[in-house]
């Protein structure tokens, strides 16, 4: 079955970096697009970012476009989000999605907490 697993949160200050990491298992990964999404507290879920999957093409949350980088490395079957210069309004936890075929996969969730 399809399993997204995200590593790599953590409490950080602001203007700090940290890297997320999402294993995935059970499609084949190189096919499908990729993304991130995050939540706030008392906040909707938000995409931040997505990568296509032949031509990595990337798109951005304008909040993060210029700080944040997504990639994927298919050999590894893992997608990455690079964030730099964090922020407090960052702080949220941060999901991996998949949509595979017809339907939409979710990892368990990284909390990234931006503070001094």
């Known amino acids: 079955q399809v399993q997204l697993v995200e590593s790599g949160g953590g409490l950080v200050q602001p203007g700090g970096s940290l890297r997320l990491s999402c294993a995935a298992s059970?499609?084949?990964?190189?096919?499908?697009?990729m993304s991130w999404y995050r939540q706030a507290p008392g906040k909707e879920r938000e995409l931040v970012a997505r990568?296509?999957?032949?031509?990595?093409?990337?798109n951005y949350a304008d909040s993060v476009k210029g700080r944040f980088t997504i990639s994927r490395d298919n050999a590894k079957n893992t997608l990455y989000l690079q964030m730099n210069s964090l922020k407090p309004e960052d702080t949220a936890v941060y999901y991996c999605?998949?949509?595979?075929?017809?339907?939409?996969?979710w990892g368990q969730g990284t909390q990234v907490t931006v503070s001094s």
């Open positions: 999605n998949a949509w595979v075929i017809v339907s939409s996969y």
């Open positions: 059970g499609f084949t990964f190189s096919k499908y697009a």
């Open positions: 990568i296509t999957s032949t031509t990595g093409t990337t």
